[in-house]
């Protein structure tokens, strides 16, 4: 991944929506070498999805927490595969400190939460786990 790839990547990150001749005029590239690149990051898995914003509000409903998680052995890679084919899974993040990895989790009611949270536990090698219940959420 080069400079113009990660200048492509903030402006979907911003709106993935952004039409292809409009970052290819951001980056000052030709329409077709800016799709290929966008290709190219898809098929490597530099880019995994593309998603949505909701208004103010709208994101907050439903149940969201943190779970910081923690592995056991050099398991990391297959932690990481697995918690990604959750769907309730938004995010995942690497820690320095007594987390290995913290999720963040978004279901719509309590009983998919329940769920989300026995599929985690039941991954193997994870050793340990703490979930926290996000009430509110300040955008800055």
Do not use: C, Y
């Amino acid at each position: 991944m080069d400079d113009t790839d990660r200048i492509l990547i903030a402006h979907l990150r911003a709106n993935a929506r952004t039409p292809v001749t409009a970052l290819a005029k951001a980056v000052n590239l030709s329409r077709g070498a800016v799709q290929s690149r966008i290709d190219k990051m898809v098929a490597r898995g530099d880019i995994l999805g593309f998603t949505l914003r909701t208004r103010a509000g709208e994101a907050d409903a439903g149940v969201r927490a943190i779970m910081g998680i923690a592995i056991e052995g050099e398991n990391a890679a297959a932690v990481f595969k697995a918690l990604r084919a959750l769907p309730a899974v938004e995010a995942l993040h690497t820690t320095n400190g007594r987390w290995d990895i913290v999720a963040e989790i978004h279901t719509d009611g309590l009983g998919p939460f329940s769920d989300a949270l026995d599929a985690i536990r039941r991954i193997k090698a994870i050793s340990a786990s703490e979930t926290s219940l996000l009430l509110r959420t300040e955008r800055l």
